[in-house]
């Protein structure tokens, strides 16, 4: 994840859950980084870009990744994602950036800031993938041609070089698509706080923001995204949190107002966040925990990460 503001539920339905359920599954050696080299695409503060690592840092460990089970590192803090990226450049057609969706998605939405980082974008995450011989992505669906861009660079290295990197394979995970509180035909944004519920608000920031959600004048709970977005957005996150099928909450609210709806949603999201929300507050309270946290996960990754561009060096020529 990029240290960009704070999460929301969507980024927790869409990754962090399931980062932290693969974590616990013990099928995986998990590898979590925080992305800020990603992150300089936007533009950032240096201060925020600070505060921001800090607070993300807090956000993975207060939902349960545990750097006893995993591996937790930044990615500024290990040269060779930078370096490899590099090399991959030269490997990767032109062509596979430009029509890259993601790339036409930002630079519309950051039009003064189209810079060069925007297009490389994908190059770098392929090597942040391939540095490690990662066997499994997990992904969303929007995330699958980000990956098969990967799985071209890696192929078109081994090609010219000689067996090199792992083709990863995508571990396709069900990403809830949440909306906006305030205009339902768009995803949930923290561009747009007052639409958007982060994973940290108050549960009263909670209540107020869901009170204010957009549903329609009917006044009948029935889960119909065509007909009702707003209402069904809601049945939708409610389902998610009780692993529900929205239609069955819909059934369970029927007969029932919208602020009954509106209500038990919030009091679901503040009571399951309450011991997110102690833990991080107690983490962000001793800041040098969770630097040596990185610290000792970024030299760990970074022992495999330089023996891979190492023997990446020797195949180019170097």
Known sequence: ???????????????????????????????????????????????ALAANIVNLTADYLAAGLDPKKSVIY?????????????VLNTVTPMGELERMTQYKDKSARQAANVNAGLLTYPVLMAADIVLYDAEFIPVGED????????????????????????????????????????DPAKKMSKSDPDGCLFMDDSPEDIKRKLARAVTDSDGAILYDPEKKPGLSNLLEIYGAFVGKDPHAVAIDFEGKQYSDLKSGLAELIAQHF?????????????????????????????????????????????
């Open 1 to 47: 994840m990029q240290p960009t503001g704070r999460l929301h539920i969507g980024n927790y339905l869409g990754a962090l859950k399931n980062f932290v359920e693969l974590q616990n599954s013990g099928k995986y050696q998990c590898y979590f980084f925080l992305a800020d080299l990603h992150a300089l695409t936007e533009g950032p503060e240096p201060k």
């Open 74 to 86: 930044q990615q500024s803090q290990i040269p060779a994602h930078s370096e490899l990226a590099w």
């Open 143 to 182: 995330q699958l041609q980000h990956l098969e861009l990967a799985r071209t660079v890696a192929r078109k290295f081994n090609a010219r070089f000689g067996g090199t990197f792992v083709e990863p394979k995508g571990l396709l995970t069900q990403t809830p698509r949440v909306m906006s509180l305030k």
């Open 274 to 318: 309450e011991k997110f929300r102690a833990k991080k507050t107690a983490l962000l309270a001793k800041p040098a925990g969770m630097k040596k946290v990185l610290t000792s996960g970024s030299k760990r990754a970074g022992i495999i990460a330089t023996k891979k561009m190492t023997e990446v060096k020797k195949k180019v020529g170097y």
